[in-house]
C-alpha cells in the first residue's frame, strides 16, 4: 500500500498527515477503521480532528455540524476526513457552494474513503451530477454520470449498494 511517509512527501514540510484505513469488511458494512497518525501530528491535532468530524456525525444538518466541518477543513486540509467533510458540504449546502464543495471532494480529495467503503471521489460525482441535472445541465452531468461507470463500477453509497446502478434512479 501507500504509505503515510509518500504522503508527507508530496506535502509542504510539517504538514500534518493522518490516513484512515477501512478494513476489507467495511466494504460489506460491517467493518472499523484505523487511524495512522503521520510523524507530524500530535495526539491533541489527531483528537481535535476526530471531534470535529464527529460533532459532525452527530447532527450533519445542523448549523453546529456545519462549523465544526468548516473548521476542521480549515485546520486540518489534508487528513482524510476533510475529504469526507467536503462531501457532506456538498450534501447539506445549495447553489454554488454544493457545486465547490462537490468539486474540491472530487479534485483534491477523490481517493479518501469512509469506514464503510464509500470512495469521496466516487460520490462526489454521482451527488453533483444529479444536481447539476436538476439543474438543467444534463450534458455536465452525462460527464460525471459516464466517469462514474468506467472508472468507479463497483463504486457503492453508504447502504452498500453501487451507484451505476442508481443512475437513472436518482
Not at 34 to 59: I, S
Not at 95 to 111: C, P, S, V
Not at 132 to 160: C, I, M, N, P, R
Request: overall charge neutral; proline content about 4%.
Amino acid at each position: 500500500g501507500v504509505t503515510t511517509a509518500f504522503y508527507e512527501s508530496k506535502l509542504p514540510a510539517g504538514a500534518p498527515v493522518v490516513r484512515v484505513m477501512p478494513n476489507a469488511p467495511a466494504l460489506v458494512g460491517a467493518g472499523v477503521s484505523a487511524l495512522a497518525p503521520g510523524r507530524f501530528v500530535t495526539p491533541e491535532q489527531l483528537k481535535e480532528a476526530e471531534n470535529l468530524y464527529q460533532t459532525m456525525n452527530n447532527d450533519w444538518r445542523s448549523d453546529g455540524g456545519k462549523a465544526a466541518l468548516e473548521k476542521l477543513i480549515t485546520r486540518y486540509p489534508d487528513i482524510n476526513r476533510t475529504g469526507c467533510a467536503y462531501l457532506y458540504l456538498g450534501q447539506v449546502t445549495k447553489g454554488e457552494e454544493r457545486e465547490k464543495n462537490l468539486r474540491t471532494a472530487i479534485e483534491k480529495h477523490g481517493d479518501c474513503m469512509y469506514g464503510d467503503g464509500v470512495v469521496v471521489g466516487a460520490y462526489a460525482r454521482f451527488v453533483l451530477a444529479h444536481h447539476l441535472k436538476s439543474a438543467g445541465q444534463a450534458d455536465a452531468a452525462k460527464v460525471l454520470f459516464d466517469e462514474l461507470k468506467a472508472q468507479y463500477a463497483t463504486a457503492v453509497d453508504h447502504k452498500g449498494r453501487l451507484l451505476v446502478e442508481q443512475i437513472d434512479k436518482g
